[in-house]
C-alpha cells in the first residue's frame, strides 16, 4: 500500500527504547511499501538542533506553540495518517496532557500505540489515558491484555483497538560461541539485561538472584548492560549506577557480575544478545504492557525467565520462558541455578521462545500498520462519500469558535471629556476625581488611529488625546504622566513608561493620519519627545521606545514627511539603541530553563519580545528576531494552558524559582500577547502564532482562568481585570484601551481571518 504516514514519538538522536522502536517502525512501513514516513521528534528544550534528515518538525514536550505548529504541518503535509507513539512521560502536563493540543488541531486520522497501559491508575493517568483514547480513530495494542485492559478501565471502543505486536530485528549472523569469543566471554554462562539503567527496573532482585545461584553454577556471569537514563543522569548522576556497584560487593559477587556502562548501537546489541545462554527480566511492575528488550531477546531464541508483569505473562505464559514471582530473589536465583544447569531445558526453552515470535519482523509489523491505515481510508470514504484521508470524526476541543465582537467607541466616548480620557470609572461612569493620565491619552490616541483605519470617525477624539499630550509635555521633551481633574500636574517620579507610550501614540498619528494638521502636530511633539529617549534604561521603557521608534519606520511616507519631522537615521538610532539594550538585558540573564530578560514575570510581559521582533522585522537583524522569538515561545509556555490565556498575575508576579501569581490577572498582558503573537506570525510566517493571538484575545470574552466575559456587550467597556471571585466590575480607561487596542489591532492583520485552530 502506498501511504505518506507520519510518526510522532522520540527519535534519533534522543537515547531511548521508544527511539529506537519509531526508527525501526519506519524502517518496517517503508520496506512494506509506504510511499514516506516523516517524523514529529518530541524533544526535551535543551535538544540538540541537528536530527534527522526525515525528522520535519520538533515538538518541545512543555511548549504548547510546538504542538500546535506540528499540527498545522501535518494537516497541510500531504500525509494520510499520523502514528502516535505514546507514552506518558515524553509529553508535557500532568500525565502527559499536552499532547490533546496537537491531538485537538489535527485533521487526518490518529493512530495511537500504547506503550504503557495502566489497569489501576492514578486519577490523573485515567483523566489522561481517557482523554487520548476519545481523540484518536484507532488504538495499537502489543499485548491482547492491552485491549482488555483499555475497554474495561478506560471504557475504550472494541471497533478501534487493533493488535500489532512490538517488531524485532533480523539477528546477526554468528553462532553464539562466536560472539562469545568476540566479546570476551568464551566459557562463562551468560545471564543478561539489557536497557537504560535507572531505579524501577528489578536490579537490586536480580543481583540477589546471582549471589544465590553463583554457589552452584562458578562459571555464572550476569552482564548488566546498557548505559545510565539520560533523565536519571541529569538528576543525579551515576549514584544509582553506584549504589548498585556498591551492592555487588557486598554480596562478594564480582567476579560473576559485569556492567557494561555505554550507549550500545543496535549491531552491538544484539551481538550481545546473541551471545547470552539466559534472558533475564526482573522487572517490578505488574503493570508494564511491553518490552522490546524481551521481545527481542524472544525472537532471538534466549531461554527467558522474567517476573510476571502482564507482557511477559502473554508472551511466555505458554511455555516460552520462566515466570517467576515480583520481588522473590530466592526463586529467581532457583530458576537461574536450574536453567543453567540444563543445556537441554535451554535448548527447548530457544525453540519455543522463536516459534512465538513468530510474524514480529519489522516489515510484517509495518505491514500490519499499512494494513489498520488502510482500514481507517476505507471507513472514512464510506462515511464522507469518496473522502480518503479526511478527519474520522470531531474530536474534543476542535469547534471552531465565535468571532471576536467588533469594537465600539461608546465607552471610550463616555470616558472622554474635553480635557481627555478620565482615568478610572466606578462600574461603567467616568470618576471624576482619578483625573487624567498621558498613559491612557497616548493609548487613546493610538486607539482613535487604528480605528480611523479601520473606518470610524473618530478626528475630534484624535485632537482631543493629542491636545492632551502637547498639554503634558515638558519643554525637555518628557512627558508628564498623573493630572487631577482641574489638569493640574500630581507629584510623581518621571515614568519610562510614560514616555515611550507617548511616543508610540504620536507616532502613530503623525504616520497614519494623513497629511494633516493634525499629523504635523503628533510629529513635533514626536521629535521633542525623542531627546530624553537616550537616557531610558528600565525594559519596559526600552521595549516602549522601540515600538514606537518601529512605528515611525514602518508607517511613515517618504513624500509627506511633516516639517521639522525627525529623520529616519534619528529614529533608526534610538530603535537600535533600545533594541541593544534589550538584547543585553538576554544575555545577561536568559538560561536554558528561564528564556527571559529579568528573573522575573511582572507586567506587560508581551512587549519586550514583542519590541525586539518589530525591531528585526523593521531593521532586518535576525538576532533581534531570534531572542524575541524565543523570548515569547518561553512567555507562552508560562501563560497558556490547554489553550486558554492565563496572564501572570499582578498579585505577586512570578519570581524565577517561587510560585506564579495566579490573579490578578490584567487587560494589558492580553493585549501585549496579542501584539506580539501577531508580529511573531508576521515574521516567520507561521500561522500558528495567529491562532495564539486569538487564543490570548479570547481572555476578554470569556476564555480565561474563571470562564466569564470582562466585556460590558451593553456598555462597549472593559472590566478592570479578573480576580480570584470573578471580574472587577469597574471599566477604567486603561482596561477598555486594552480591548480596543486588540479588537482595532487584529481588524489590521487580515491574515487572521484563516488564523490556524
Known sequence: MSARLAIVSTYPPRQCGLATFSAHLRGGLLAAGAEDVAVAAMVKRDAPAEQLPETVTVIRDDLEIDYRRAAHLLNHGGYDAVLLQHEFGIFGGQAGVMVNHLLDRLEIPVIATLHTILSDPEPEYRHAMTALLQRIDATVVMARRGGEIIQQVYGADPERIAYIPHGVPAPPPGTPAEWKNRLGLSGRTV??????????????????????????????????????????????????????????????????????????????????????????????????????????????????????????QELLGEGAGLLVPFHDAAAMGRALSALAADAGWRTSLSAAARNRAKGFTWPEVGQSYLDLVGRLQRRAARAQGGALSVRVRQRPGGTREKALPRPRLSHLQRLTDPTGVIQHAVGPIPNLTTGYTSDDNARALLVSVWAARAGEATAQLSETYLAFLAYAQRPDG????????????????????????????????????????????????????????????????????????????????????????????????????????????????????????????????????????????????????????????????????????????????????????????????????????????????????????????????????????????????????????????????????????????????????????
Not at 285 to 303: C, D, F, R, V
Open 191 to 312: 545471564v543478561m539485561t539489557f536497557g537504560l539503567l535507572g531505579p524501577g527496573k528489578g536490579i537490586e532482585t536480580a543481583l540477589q538472584a546471582v549471589a544465590l545461584a553463583s554457589r552452584g553454577c562458578p562459571d555464572l556471569l550476569y552482564l548488566v548492560v546498557g548505559a545510565t537514563h539520560p533523565e536519571v543522569l541529569r538528576r543525579e548522576g551515576e549514584r544509582y549506577r553506584q549504589g548498585l556497584e556498591a551492592q555487588v560487593a557486598e554480596l562478594g559477587i564480582q567476579g560473576h557480575v559485569r556492567f557494561v556502562n555505554r550507549y550500545l548501537d543496535e549491531d552491538e546489541l544484539l551481538g550481545f544478545l546473541q551471545a547470552a545462554d539466559i534472558y533475564l527480566v526482573p522487572y517490578p511492575g505488574a503493570q508494564q504492557i511491553s518490552s522490546g528488550t524481551l521481545t527481542y531477546a524472544l525472537a532471538m531464541g534466549k531461554p527467558i525467565i522474567s517476573t510476571p508483569f502482564v507482557y511477559a
Open 478 to 757: 518628557w512627558f508628564h504622566n498623573a493630572f487631577s481633574y482641574d489638569r493640574n500636574p500630581l507629584a510623581e517620579d518621571r515614568s519610562e513608561d510614560c514616555q515611550a507610550r507617548c511616543l508610540w501614540g504620536l507616532a502613530a498619528a503623525a504616520t497614519q493620519l494623513g497629511g494633516s494638521s493634525v499629523a504635523w502636530t503628533a510629529a513635533h511633539l514626536f521629535r521633542r519627545g525623542l531627546a530624553p529617549c537616550g537616557s531610558v534604561r528600565t525594559l519596559r521603557g526600552r521595549a516602549g521606545v522601540a515600538v514606537a521608534m518601529a512605528e515611525w519606520l514602518e508607517h511613515r511616507r517618504a513624500d509627506g514627511r511633516p516639517d521639522r519631522a525627525p529623520t529616519d537615521d534619528e529614529v533608526r538610532a534610538h530603535l537600535i539603541r533600545a533594541a541593544d539594550g534589550l538584547t543585553d538585558a538576554w544575555k545577561q540573564h536568559a538560561t536554558r530553563d528561564w528564556a527571559w530578560f529579568e528573573d522575573r514575570l511582572t507586567y506587560d510581559n508581551a512587549l519586550l519580545p514583542y519590541a525586539l521582533l518589530r525591531a528585526g522585522r523593521i531593521l532586518d537583524v535576525p538576532e533581534y528576531r531570534r531572542i524575541g522569538l524565543t523570548a515569547l515561545e518561553f512567555l507562552a509556555g508560562a501563560t497558556f494552558r490547554d489553550g486558554v490565556f492565563w496572564p501572570i498575575g499582578n498579585d505577586g508576579w512570578y519570581v524565577r524559582g517561587g510560585r506564579r501569581a495566579e490573579f490578578d490577572q490584567q487587560p494589558l498582558e492580553a493585549t501585549a500577547m496579542v501584539l506580539a503573537c501577531q508580529e511573531a506570525g508576521a515574521v516567520t510566517g507561521d500561522k500558528v502564532w495567529h491562532g495564539m493571538a486569538l487564543d490570548a484575545a479570547r481572555w476578554f470574552t470569556g476564555r480565561n482562568a474563571l470562564g466569564v466575559p470582562l466585556l460590558d456587550p451593553e456598555t462597549g467597556g472593559c472590566h478592570d481585570g479578573l480576580n480570584p471571585h470573578g471580574v472587577n466590575r469597574n471599566q477604567g480607561a486603561e482596561s477598555t484601551l486594552a480591548w480596543l487596542m486588540v479588537a482595532y489591532g487584529l481588524e489590521q492583520r487580515s491574515a487572521l481571518s484563516t488564523a490556524v485552530r
